[in-house]
């Protein structure tokens, strides 16, 4: 792994053949980062979202795992 730090980002060269499952939390880890450093909403308001949000997809999705 090689990362890389310029001006204005900083970039991550990994192999080729890194786990894609694995990768894919990192990225959805670095892009929440990114978008709550712009936030200005409490940690209630985002916890209340979040648990919003399970609500909202446990109940469309409830039916693929419960028969």
Do not use: C, H
Request: aromatic share 8%; glycine share 2%.
């Amino acid at each position: 792994m090689i990362i890389e730090r310029t001006k204005n980002e900083v970039i991550f060269r990994l192999p080729a053949d890194i786990d894609t499952l694995g990768l894919q939390r990192i990225i959805d880890y670095l892009k929440y980062k990114e978008t709550i450093k712009q936030s200005k909403a409490t940690e209630e308001q985002a916890n209340e979202l979040a648990n919003e949000s399970k609500s909202n997809w446990w109940k469309e999705n409830k039916n693929r795992f419960i028969k």
